[in-house]
């Protein structure tokens, strides 16, 4: 079945950049997507991609594809504590394109 | 409403009861989603709906999780004859189009 996997822990300096990778292992991926989830909050949709695309930036974020590896990174640029959270790494394929499958999240601290 | 909403937000049960879980989509979705999040992982998907049909419910654990959706708006998940692995955050998602999910909050579940 399909796989999502992330690293857990990613500890930042505010002001710095921030890069949370991703690996999938279904090849049909259709569309790959970041959720950010807060402490005793549900999940809230930061960016989505096409499979077919490479790049997409959104403000301070920029997400990569590659999708020969299978691996999805999000960038967060000048990363302030306010982005401190989880965030998923989660892809839908194109058979059951509503369902997501999801890694088990980056816990990522940001450090004044 | 503005957002998904759920209710309870946190509900404690003693094991064998029956519990019902509510959501509430975003006005205008016809899809939603139920998913459970367990502690320390990704959420898993339970079960789909496009309007008041259940298009998918192969993600539902075993035949004591049961959901419906009578009027294609509020959807109930029921837990009959609860154990304590069913304790963990169940959350609801609704859209209009199937790559852009909104979750809820989740509600809280706790057998004890």
């Known amino acids: 079945g399909e796989d999502v996997e992330q690293s857990l822990f990613l500890s930042v300096r505010e002001g710095d950049s921030s890069v949370i990778n991703c690996t999938y292992t279904?090849?049909?991926?259709?569309?790959l997507y970041w959720y950010k989830q807060e402490p005793g909050a549900g999940l809230q949709l930061l960016t989505y991609?096409?499979?077919?695309?490479d790049m997409k930036q959104d403000q301070r974020l920029t997400v990569l594809l590659n999708k020969k590896d299978k691996h999805l990174s999000l960038r967060i640029a000048d990363t302030q504590t306010g982005d401190s959270a989880i965030y998923f790494c989660a892809e839908s394929s194109g058979g059951s394109n509503y369902k997501l499958t999801f890694g088990k999240g980056t816990l990522l601290t940001v450090n004044p | 409403g503005a957002g998904v909403s759920q209710t309870p937000s946190n509900k404690v049960t003693e094991k064998g009861k029956y519990v019902e879980l509510r959501c509430d989509p975003i006005s205008g979705h016809t899809a939603l989603y139920w998913y459970r999040q367990s502690l320390g992982q990704g959420p898993e998907f339970l079960i789909y709906?496009?309007?008041?049909?259940?298009?998918?419910d192969s993600g539902l654990p075993n035949d004591r999780f049961f959901a419906v959706r009578p009027e294609g708006s509020v959807s109930t998940l029921k837990i009959q004859r609860t154990e304590r692995g069913d304790s963990a955050v169940y959350l609801c998602?609704?859209?209009?189009?199937?790559?852009?999910?909104?979750f809820g909050q989740g509600t809280r579940l706790t057998v004890v």
């Open positions: 709906f496009q309007g008041t049909g259940a298009a998918d």
């Open positions: 991609i096409f499979s077919n695309m």
């Open positions: 279904d090849s049909s991926s259709t569309y």
């Open positions: 998602a609704s859209s209009l189009y199937s790559r852009e999910a909104f």
